[in-house]
């Protein structure tokens, strides 16, 4: 028994006239009849009364016209689950991305984006630190993630990084600390001052490519305590334990008390990458990459604007 049977049976029992449902069946009468009768030989099962004014179904029949719309919807949709999948309406996105990735409007809109385009493609969201990220990319448990460097990440074979923007580096401290008097910082303004650093114990981490750009200027902050969460950075800070640097898309947490001030320099601008499979990634990988855009938020200031 063949899907085309079905389909045969079907259109004879809701026309019940062999003539016009082979027209609809765009095939001619006698094969249809053929087909009719070798199914119902296979079915051992009578599925139609004939007569020379009248065709009509078995009580079998009718039961068999149930099973076999059923079966023929199912077939449908078969085809269409196929169809959708190779377009990449289904199926998984897996994201790695580090603590502020969320806070960066290019991401949150590249995700919000993808998940009105692709409603029923399930994505997984995961917070890694950055080696974590590289050797899940690289096992294939992520088919993207956000990574924060202030150069090109070095990455093993088979994985591209391409940086999305770049962004501000700014110094969040509480409004009546004596670097709040300044419009601008330098890095040898953060000399000797007491920080709160966040995940230091992470290679790689901005932490650690924060506190090697500053000894890169001659900067020896007092690290005065480590955090694993950002609203713990921002409660200390608030609580006049220290200052911290941070990408600019984190100010629009805003938090009382604090005010926020921009580092000049070259060196002062943290870049987000995002990195995937460097060929044959998934459709999914694929779609996402076409949603997000690179740029440069480097000096707009939109953050800062009313802060400083």
Partial sequence: MELRHLRYFAAV??????????????????????????LEEELGVRLFERSSRKVAL???????????????????????????????????????????????PEVAKA????????PEVKIELLELSAGAQVAALAAGELDISFLRSPTQ????????ATRILDERLIVAMRSDHHLAR???LSFSDLHREGMIFYARDQRNSF???????????GVEPVIVQDVREISTLF???????????????????QPARLTYRPLRGKKALSSMWILSAAEGEAL?????????????????????????
């Fill in 58 to 104: 078995t009580e079998p029949g009718k039961l068999f016209l149930e099973e076999a719309r059923a079966t023929l919807a199912q077939a449908d949709r078969a085809v269409d689950v196929a169809k959708r999948a190779a377009r990449g309406d289904f199926g998984k996105l897996a994201i790695g991305f580090n603590p502020s990735a969320p806070f960066v």
């Fill in 111 to 118: 995700i919000f984006d993808f998940r009105q385009l692709y």
């Fill in 182 to 184: 300044k419009q601008s």
């Fill in 235 to 253: 409660g200390l800070v608030a609580a006049g334990l220290g200052i911290t640097v941070l990408a600019e898309s984190l100010c629009a947490l």
């Fill in 207 to 217: 932490a650690t490519q924060l506190l090697d750009m500053l000894r890169e200027t």
């Fill in 13 to 38: 029992a809701e026309d019940l006239h062999f003539g016009r449902a082979a027209l609809r069946l765009g095939v001619s009468q006698p094969p249809l009849s053929q087909q009719i009768r070798a």
């Fill in 153 to 160: 990440p070095i990455l093993p074979p088979g994985i591209a």
């Fill in 284 to 308: 999914a990988a694929r779609q996402f990459l076409e949603i997000i855009k690179p740029g440069d938020r480097g000096r707009d200031d939109q953050c800062l604007a009313g802060l400083v």
